[in-house]
């Protein structure tokens, strides 16, 4: 399909591009209303290079259904190795993210380091365990020096404030008000973040927002956080288009895998 629709030299273009995370960054190019021509049912048709989202065989998100979940416990506490480094927030129109600018420290995954480049949200989750959403999913996605996709998703439904949205609170207000497209907002520590590394489940799936580039590894945080409504709204009100969600719909799982990897007894 991509062959025929291309010369060569663009074809090399494109594959250069798909080969990198790069997400989408015009806001008005795609949208989450559901009857729109815009919404996801249309992602794949709205350019040639978003034809994954329709046609690909390992899309996110999916739903995480205990039943099919293969518990194992040869993968080990989650490797991760965050610092404090320069960063960006960015309003994208249908998010918000935040940008390590030399890339925020890394995650490791078999003798692979897979670099931090930035993190954004999406609410509701996208992702749902025994089909429950929850009320806010953080995304940090990860690259390595070859090209490989590697995302962390951390679950949240409403309670006590999570603290890093609490540190960033000033800069998330700040961007929302501006209208200004992107700007840096110096260090920031994503070891805030509080990721908890023993039990989580790992895929392999795509990006959840065009142009849905496959191959992702998707490693989704078991436990549960909390966040206030006051800051899930405060990621919404943030960005500028007027769907009250910014969560893809669940995905086929044809015959993936999903694993839960959680410690042996003797190490709980
Ligand atoms: C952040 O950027 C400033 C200004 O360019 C620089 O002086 C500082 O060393 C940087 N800090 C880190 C942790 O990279």
């Known amino acids: ?22 997400e989408v ?30 046609a690909g065989l390992m899309q996110s998100p999916i739903d995480m259904l205990h039943e099919r979940v293969e518990v194992i416990s040869h993968l080990g506490d989650l490797k991760i190795n965050y610092k404090p480094s320069n960063a960006t927030l960015k309003n994208r129109g249908h998010d918000m993210m935040m940008k390590w600018i030399e890339g925020g420290g890394f995650m490791e995954v078999n003798g692979m380091q897979y670099k931090l480049k930035q993190c954004h949200w999406h609410s509701p989750s996208e992702h749902t365990i025994d089909g429950k959403k929850f009320d806010l999913e953080a995304h940090l996605v990860h690259e390595s020096s070859n090209g490989m996709v590697s995302v962390i998703g951390i679950l949240y439904q409403i309670g006590e404030p999570d603290y890093f949205l609490s540190t960033i609170k000033d800069h998330l207000e700040v961007v929302s008000d501006s209208h200004e497209e992107e700007r840096i907002i110096g260090v920031i520590d994503p070891t805030l973040i509080k990721i908890g590394s023993k039990r989580y489940y790992r895929y392999m799936g795509s990006l959840t927002v065009p142009p849905c580039t496959e191959s992702v590894m998707w490693t989704m945080i078991h436990e549960v956080r909390t966040v206030t ?8 009100v943030a960005v500028h288009d007027d769907s ?15 694993q839960l990897q959680r410690p042996k007894e003797s190490e709980v």
């Open 25 to 54: 960054e015009d806001e008005r190019a795609f949208d989450y209303e559901s009857d729109g021509i815009k919404g996801p049912t249309h992602w794949g048709e709205l350019r040639p290079e978003w034809h994954a989202c329709k």
């Open 229 to 236: 409504e006051e800051q899930v709204k405060l990621l919404r």
């Open 1 to 22: 399909m991509e062959k025929l629709l291309c010369s060569f030299f663009f074809c090399f273009l494109l594959l250069s591009f798909k080969a990198q995370s790069q």
């Open 244 to 258: 009250d969600t910014n969560a893809r719909p669940l995905q086929p799982i044809y015959d993936r895998k999903t």
